[in-house]
């Protein structure tokens, strides 16, 4: 594929709001996960969450689509002069040219959670003031987005369970490929909610220490909240030095089971390779591997197997789920921001409240933040049923 220029990018989770507070704790090797007291859940595990009183209303012409997704999203968007580069955009592509790619597993499922609980006690029927497509729909992030951002050109929204917003790069890239839109704003936002906690919940996979990806003794994942986005446009022959650029998208499904990944990474893998021959890259170019590593047992060992398959045992690895817990899906554009971040600030995290790593695993997997300078880095994404998305991103010297 022709690389893409990150023009700007922007992340808000449980680690912060904006790039500068998650460059700090990543460093640092800082965590936002703690015991989870999020609305009326009474389970024991620990979540990633954004603070309340850091989700104000949306604007009042926006107000159709407040719920608390769309706050994250609102939250993010008004971090790292992310406006002023689409505003900017506008101006030299059009409102109609520049697309919009989202990825969202729950989107405003909580808005729907708590309109149930007012329900009319002899109908049934739902409060008369909640609007289902705006504050719930897979689609109303895009809207929100759409309408704060004044673009009109095409839009999308991906769900494909942990993957939907690192598939977004590849919707994005084929978009502007095909001439449909010249530039697109792509991202995701997920946000916490009874559903998803009491669901993780019953599949037996959430923790209840804040989760410890590739260590011996993970017992399961730490779900996290957060929203995260960032401008693509056409890469230009000369781009100041520290500029980072999507080379490359893998995408795969291997369909192996509904909540459990191929025992051997055989999905992984081929997303990975795919990425690697989008980017016309061999696996020795990639310096670091940030990887999918939700800290379930199963899906750690088979990604340990497939990326040690694909890049042998000495490129360094690490997954920062442990920093901000599982954005489900929010973690592919989480992820690929930190990434951006390592090649532009010259360093790669480590891996927070990993302690004592699996000796059965086989990666050269970091625990503490190291000055490296990675010039090209891979980001995973690796979603139920199979369905897998690997993201190579570089950096201009």
Not at 252 to 278: F, I, N, V, W, Y
Not at 299 to 319: H, K, P, R
Request: aromatic residues 6%; contains cysteine; hydrophobic residues 40%.
């Amino acid at each position: 594929m022709k690389p893409l220029t990150l023009s700007a990018f922007t992340l808000t989770t449980s680690l912060g709001v904006g790039l500068r507070a998650h460059l700090e704790a990543l460093r640092a090797g800082r965590s936002g996960l703690a015991p989870c007291a999020f609305e009326s859940v009474r389970l024991d595990t620990w979540v990633g969450q954004v603070p309340d009183e850091q989700l104000v209303p949306l604007p009042a012409k926006l107000a159709a689509f407040d719920c608390r997704n769309n706050r994250l999203a609102q939250l993010a968007l008004v971090q790292d002069g992310f406006l002023e580069t689409v505003a900017a955009a506008r101006n030299r592509y059009g409102v109609d040219r520049i697309g919009l790619f989202l990825g969202t597993s729950t989107s405003g499922l909580l808005n729907t959670e708590l309109a149930y609980r007012h329900r009319d006690a002899r109908s049934g029927a739902l409060p008369a003031g909640f609007d289902y497509a705006a504050t719930h729909s897979g689609f109303s992030l895009a809207r929100f987005v759409q309408a704060q951002l004044e673009l009109k050109g095409p839009a999308a929204v991906v769900s494909t369970a942990c993957s939907s917003s690192a598939k977004v790069f590849a919707s994005a890239a084929r978009m502007i490929t095909s001439g449909l839109c010249d530039a697109a704003v792509i991202g995701g936002a997920d946000s916490l909610c009874l559903t998803t906690l009491y669901g993780f919940a019953s599949l037996g996979l959430l923790s209840s220490a804040p989760c410890r990806p590739f260590d011996g003794e993970r017992a399961g994942i730490s779900i996290g909240e957060g929203a995260g986005f960032a401008f693509l446009e056409p890469a230009r022959a000369q781009e100041p030095a520290g500029t980072v650029r999507l080379l490359g998208v893998g995408e795969s499904s291997d369909a192996h089971h509904m909540s459990t990944p191929h025992p051997e990474g055989a999905g992984a893998r081929a997303a990975m390779q795919r990425a690697l021959c989008s980017a016309g890259l061999a696996a020795q170019d990639i310096d670091y591997v940030n990887l999918h590593g939700t800290a379930t047992r199963s899906n750690d060992a088979a990604e340990d197997q497939a990326v040690s398959d694909l890049f042998g045992t000495g490129i360094w690895c690490s997954s920062t789920k442990g920093a901000t817990g599982h954005l489900l899906g929010a973690s592919g554009i989480a992820e690929a921001v930190i990434c951006a971040l390592a090649l532009r600030e010259q360093f790669i995290p480590g891996s927070a409240n990993t302690r004592r790593l699996d000796p059965g695993l086989r990666v050269r997997y970091l625990l503490d933040s190291a000055a490296q300078a990675p010039q090209r880095v891979m980001s995973n994404s690796f979603g139920f049923g199979g369905s897998n998305c690997s993201l190579v991103l570089g950096r201009v010297h």
